[in-house]
């Protein structure tokens, strides 16, 4: 039981909602994670592993556990320009790739709203973007990658291995991945073709994804989540289109083209932002915010195609650094759930209603279009997912919470699914009925067979009874 | 009104009796956790029995340092982390008026020294780290100035304010809260023999104590007391051992 409490450190969830204390280690080589989970397995103690710590809620914090860190471990070790592959140690960023790839015509296969994800973290979760309708999540375009399994054996995976599936997707619950080796997607511009459409209502939203889905590069869309009755659901539909017959190519795959500029109005600093932010995140503040950008979208650039870089649409949230700080003290959660197309329009628009019913309106509403996968902890469906984020306070966080079971119980009914990089809420037997028995059965068979001391844990894999130590 | 202890864990040692023990009672009875350290387990098992599986009964001698830091690993693995550690450990043996006992001497620097350094640089150590939590350590009027009836306790208690004052300074910069509480008279088993007058209760100490738990800094606990040990301090060493305080 003993531990070195020089390591120990306070980390928190991206939402900043929940944290906890653990003991840190930074390993930068494979040798070094096997060391420590070993030294776990001597000690007693569990593992979390933690990538950037951008999942939201506690899937990368876990208590009195080992924080695993993979950012040290953060070598690009091989890029083929030929073959557009690129091997990497898993703590390499999504902004890494890009930089070190988009001269030669390259972009990673599926990009989160945010750079700073590593491959571990976005292999983990597999992560999506907003060509998830067509490309699925990243886990896709992964060749092969490397496991250390807590039971001790390491092994490489490509796509004919049983276990590939598996470990990509589980929430590293199951092995610690130390190298990826990504398909790179081939460019011909840095800009994209991006087309914003301003939409009504929740007919509209649907059929904008309808219209584009057999010809858009990517699809996503801004819901204004405080509009009601016959302008519930507006919001600003984009679609967007890889470029092939840009003249400027070499300008505009230069790194620098690409760089988010760091002032607004090429004078406020960006850096500073969220403090203002800050002053308009209550509910009349975002409200009003919510209501200019949908009348700006109605406004300006309406139906016109225009060219933006490929970092200035796909990474969104990096625009204002730090802008999870106007949540501050009590942070925000965030609640993404995947609906079949069949039942999207009506439990999308029951979810705004109840947010409304409840006065805990989502300052912002993301949509997105998605397609089923076969990976094990699939967030894939037919269908269609609604992103909210509600800020928590110490005086709504009992509602927050309510209202989010509210929310979950119409996915479940509808059939949906739920992705644990966004999660805070759900309740053991809401993912477990989301996943479905057999899906289910493997994951503990799979747990018992790679990690059969059950070393592998996260504050969120004890709250979803994923830890075997935790069901007790 | 208490202030309010959910979502609090915490290690008391010293949890057997006195403030320690009630100050224990308060953080399980509004709903916090407590790991509770005293030499004596039959007191911690009778105390632990009213509230189950908020406090956790803890066997350590606080003079056997060797023990501390794995009896301090596992207390913050059974409560899965830490934000309140309070050391009430404390011991007053009856000394006279012309005694001058190692024995006895050698068993409040023990307890009321050691033990506390033993105790707090866990703490200490851990919140430095993680850059939250509070560390509440019970010192004593008496550590005010070197009074004659009981010479090795008021050093002792000067000892413990001085190093609380020097972790403060160390780790309060990281956002912890380091507070050390200067109680005047109180009921207790150590003060017992005493027959304090105008002693406080022991359940309102703790209340007073845990409400001031993120108050970095030192307390008393009767503002009657900040003026008269402010003059106190103050009266010159050659009047003060002709007075009879």
């Known amino acids: ?472 | 009104m208490p202030t309010s202890v959910i979502g609090v864990k915490a290690i008391v040692v010293g949890a057997s009796s006195g403030i320690g023990r009630e100050i224990t009672r308060q953080i399980a009875d509004g709903g916090g956790l407590v790991v509770a350290i005293a030499r004596r387990g039959d007191r911690l098992e009778e105390l632990a029995a009213l509230y189950p599986g908020r406090i956790f009964p803890m066997v350590q001698d606080v003079t056997d340092h060797d023990s501390i830091p794995n009896k301090f690993i596992e207390a913050t693995d059974k409560l899965t982390g830490l934000n309140l550690f309070v050391y009430a450990s404390g011991v007053m043996p009856e000394v006279g008026p012309q005694e001058f006992n190692i024995e006895k001497d050698q068993q409040m620097i023990d307890v009321n020294i050691s033990g506390a350094v033993a105790w707090i640089n866990q703490a200490a150590l851990r919140m430095q780290g993680t850059k939250h939590g509070s560390i509440v350590a019970i010192g004593s009027v008496a550590g005010e100035r070197g009074r004659w009836e009981q010479p090795v306790y008021n050093a002792s208690k000067t000892f413990l304010h001085a190093y609380m004052e020097a972790v403060r300074n160390r780790v309060s910069r990281y956002g912890v809260h380091v507070v050390t509480i200067k109680p005047g008279p109180v009921q207790t088993e150590m003060t017992e023999r005493l027959k304090l007058k105008n002693a406080m209760s022991a359940e309102a100490a703790a209340e007073k104590i845990l409400g001031l738990r993120n108050r970095t800094g030192e307390h008393y606990l009767k503002f009657t007391h900040l003026i008269a040990f402010a003059i106190i301090r103050n009266i010159p060493s050659f009047l003060f051992r002709r007075l009879k305080i």
């Open chain 1, 1 to 472: 039981m003993t531990a070195d409490l020089n390591r120990m450190t306070h980390v928190t969830g991206f939402g900043l909602v929940t944290g906890a204390d653990s003991y840190l280690y930074r390993p930068t080589s494979e040798d070094e994670v096997a060391d420590i989970i070993e030294l776990a397995r001597k000690s007693g103690r569990q593992v979390t592993l933690r990538g950037a710590g951008r999942s939201y809620g506690d899937a990368n914090i876990g208590s009195e556990t080992i924080l695993l860190d993979i950012s040290r471990m953060n070598q690009i070790l091989h890029f083929d320009s030929a073959q557009g592959t690129i091997d990497c140690q898993a703590g390499v960023t999504l902004e890494q790739i890009w930089r070190h790839v988009i001269e030669d015509g390259y972009w990673p296969p599926v990009v989160s709203g945010t750079m700073f994800p590593t491959l571990a973290g976005a292999l983990g979760m597999n992560l999506h973007g907003k060509n998830a309708f067509q490309a699925g999540p990243i886990g896709n375009f992964v060749l092969e990658y490397d496991v250390v399994f807590p039971n001790g054996t390491r092994r490489t995976l490509n796509q004919n291995s049983p276990l590939f599936s598996k470990i990509i997707s589980s929430a590293g619950l199951l092995g610690v991945i130390t190298r990826v080796k990504l398909k790179l997607k081939k460019i011909q511009s840095g800009d994209l073709r991006v087309l914003p459409i301003s939409v009504p209502n929740w007919q509209a939203q649907f059929a904008a994804f309808e219209e584009f889905n057999d010809q858009a590069d990517y699809m996503v869309s801004w819901i204004d989540c405080f509009a009601r009755g016959e302008k519930a659901g507006r919001g600003l539909f984009h679609t967007a289109w890889y470029l092939d017959d840009d003249t400027d190519a070499p300008l505009s795959l230069r790194p620098e083209h690409q760089d988010l500029p760091d002032t607004i109005l090429g004078r406020f600093p960006k850096s500073t932002v969220w403090r203002y932010l800050k002053k308009l995140n209550n509910r009349p503040g975002m409200r009003f915010t919510n209501w200019g950008k949908y009348l700006s979208a109605k406004l300006l650039g309406n139906g016109k195609p225009h060219p933006q870089s490929l970092v200035g649409f796909s990474f969104l949230l990096d625009y204002v650094p730090g802008w999870r700080k106007a949540y501050l003290p009590g942070g925000f959660i965030q609640i993404q759930t995947f609906v079949p197309k069949e039942h999207a329009p009506r439990v999308f628009a029951e979810q705004l209603h109840l947010q409304q019913e409840a006065k805990l309106e989502s300052f912002l509403g993301v949509m997105k279009r998605h397609i089923p996968d076969q990976f094990l902890f699939s967030h894939g469906v037919d269908g269609y997912s609604l992103a909210l984020d509600f800020k928590v306070t110490k005086s709504n966080k009992e509602r927050v919470w309510q209202l989010a079971h509210a929310i979950n119980d119409l996915v479940l009914a509808a059939g949906g699914k739920f992705y644990l990089a966004k999660d805070s809420t759900l309740r053991p037997e809401d993912f477990k009925q989301s996943l479905g028995d057999e899906a289910f059965a493997e994951y503990a068979r799979l747990k018992l067979e790679l990690d059969p001391d059950a070393i592998l844990t996260s504050d969120l894999a004890k709250r979803l009874l994923l830890d075997p130590r935790s069901v007790g």
